[in-house]
Structure formats: structure tokens, C-alpha cells
């Protein structure tokens, strides 16, 4: 009957990686604590490592251990992790090569480039940019891409139709009982039931005990409109470096499409009847509509 040793009882080898490694040397003399950074090497280990395992497929008498046996395991578990990084190591040596995704997914027997970047990934968990985040995918890198010229393809559309929107926004500013009715809205209602937990009212979004959550985005178009007028009566300068390059109208143009992709942001909210009831407005309701399916169309021509 084998009898169960204490932790303290057990051999080093089968409690600590480094020990374990040691353990599995071939030369006798090297049996030491490994030291934080030093490199293991497959070949000094894979003699006595095959020789175990060998014993535990019989073909070799089974004279093994204990300790050679839960030295094995614990080694084991380093290989993973070796294995692991040599082969995100060797994945970025590939693409350094230019070597394409498709090629890689190849070697690694996966079924296509998409899946091989996911394994890189996967490797790379460990192993974060100096900011925090982690390497994306092609097919992100390219939807990333798509959003980007999407939303500048936006932005420059707002600025040429900066008239019609700045138009819009003051007749939608305009309406006397706008953060009333917006305060009202379906979609106020369902926040203010959510807010309160009242089941009641939840259930029925007419109930009077609900009280209205006030919304933002009206002020928010005010604070935009008073914005804007103060920049087009008197236009910020341009700082020293950007006259040096003679970008003032540039800039200036980036500017007014900041302010103005902002505006066009605000209005898109009474596009939808959840949001504010403008069926007493029926002409600029669907002006509107129009204005907002206008820039996504044009948005999406430019993905």
C-alpha cells in the first residue's frame, strides 16, 4: 500500500517547474534551479523525456519512479507553455516575412487565414501593447477601416450640406414645447419605468404615476446651435504651426464639420416617432427622414 507523502515529504522535482525540468536533465551535473530568463532547450530534456515515456507505453521495462513520472507531468505542463510562445514567436517571424495568412493557416493545418489570425490572437492574450490592447484581426482591421472612411465620408457630407442642416436644427430648436414633448416621448417613458422599477409602470407606459426622465439631446442641439453661430461670427485663429503650413482653411473646414456632423447627430434623434411626436409637423418630420436616409446612403456609398 503506498502511503501518501506530505507536501514537505516530496521531492522538489514533482512540486516546482524549474525543479522538475532539472529533473529531466541528462547530464547529472546540470540537475540546478533554473534562473529567472534562462533558456530550456527541448534537447537536453528530450532524452530522459522519451525514455519515461517510453516505460509507460511498455516498451520499456517499468522502472520508473515516482518522482521521474510526476516530474514528466509537471514538465509537460512548461512544454505547453514553450510551445505556446515559440509558436506565436514564429508566427510573427512569419508575417515580418511577409509570409501570407493563408500560408500560415496552411502549416497550422487550420482551415483559413481568418482562423490563423484568431490562433495569433489567442497566443497574444499574454502578451498586450504597451497601451493595453491586443492585435486585431484583418477582417477588424478592415471593418475598423470601413467605419473610419464611413464616418469621414459623413462628416464632409454634413459640411456641403451644412446650410440644409443648420436650417432643420433651428426650426427643430424652434418648436416651443420641444424638450416637453421629448420628456414624453415613448422612449422617455419606457427609460423613466426602467428607472423607477415599477412593474406597473412598466407594464403600461401611459401610467401617470410614471415621472418623465429629462432627455439631453435638446439641450444638446441648443448648446450646438449657439455653438456654431459663435463660430462662424467670429472664427477661432489658428494657432502659429498651422499658419506655417498655410492650413487655416483647412482647418477651419475641419472645424465647421466637427460642429456641424454634431448637429446632424442631434437631429437624427427626431427621426425616429420613439423619440419625439412631430405628427402636429408632418413637413419637417419628413424633412427629417429625408435628411438623415440622405447621409446614410451617402455614408455607405463611401465603405
Given at each position: ?44 530534456i528530450a532524452r530522459t523525456y522519451d ?145 423607477s422599477s415599477d412593474s406597473q409602470a ?37 494657432d502659429d504651426r498651422v499658419r506655417e ?59
Amino acid at each position: 500500500m503506498t502511503t501518501q507523502k506530505s507536501r514537505n515529504e516530496q521531492p522538489a522535482a514533482e512540486l516546482d517547474r524549474d525543479r522538475a525540468w532539472a529533473h529531466l536533465l541528462e547530464n547529472p551535473g546540470g540537475v540546478r534551479r533554473q534562473q529567472h530568463g534562462d533558456v530550456r532547450r527541448l534537447l537536453e530534456i528530450a532524452r530522459t523525456y522519451d525514455r519515461i515515456c517510453q516505460r509507460a507505453e511498455g516498451y520499456l521495462q517499468p522502472d520508473v519512479s515516482e518522482t521521474d513520472i510526476l516530474a514528466v507531468l509537471r514538465v509537460i505542463r512548461t512544454l505547453h507553455d514553450k510551445l505556446d510562445d515559440d509558436e506565436r514567436m514564429l508566427l510573427s517571424l512569419a508575417r515580418s516575412k511577409t509570409i501570407t495568412w493563408a500560408r500560415i493557416a496552411t502549416a497550422l493545418e487550420l482551415s483559413g487565414r481568418q482562423s490563423a489570425e484568431r490562433r495569433y490572437l489567442q497566443l497574444s492574450k499574454a502578451y498586450r501593447r504597451p497601451d493595453g490592447t491586443l492585435p486585431r484581426t484583418q477582417s477588424e482591421r478592415v471593418e475598423q477601416a470601413r467605419e473610419q472612411r464611413s464616418r469621414r465620408a459623413e462628416r464632409e457630407w454634413a459640411r456641403c450640406h451644412a446650410r440644409t442642416i443648420r436650417m432643420i436644427a433651428s426650426r427643430l430648436a424652434a418648436i416651443p414645447d420641444l424638450q416637453t414633448r421629448v420628456d414624453h416621448s415613448k422612449e422617455a417613458r419606457l427609460l423613466a419605468a426602467i428607472r423607477s422599477s415599477d412593474s406597473q409602470a412598466l407594464a403600461g407606459l401611459d401610467s401617470a404615476r410614471t415621472e418623465p426622465v429629462p432627455m439631453v439631446w435638446p439641450s444638446a442641439l441648443a448648446e450646438c446651435l449657439a455653438e456654431d453661430e459663435r463660430f462662424r461670427t467670429a472664427p477661432p485663429e489658428a494657432d502659429d504651426r498651422v499658419r506655417e503650413l498655410g492650413d487655416e482653411k483647412w482647418q477651419l473646414q475641419q472645424q465647421e464639420a466637427d460642429i456641424v456632423h454634431r448637429m446632424l447627430g442631434l437631429i437624427t434623434y427626431a427621426a425616429n416617432p420613439r423619440n419625439i411626436d412631430l405628427t402636429d409637423h408632418p413637413e419637417l418630420a419628413a424633412t427629417i427622414v429625408q435628411l438623415c436616409a440622405e447621409s446614410q446612403a451617402q455614408s455607405k456609398i463611401r465603405r
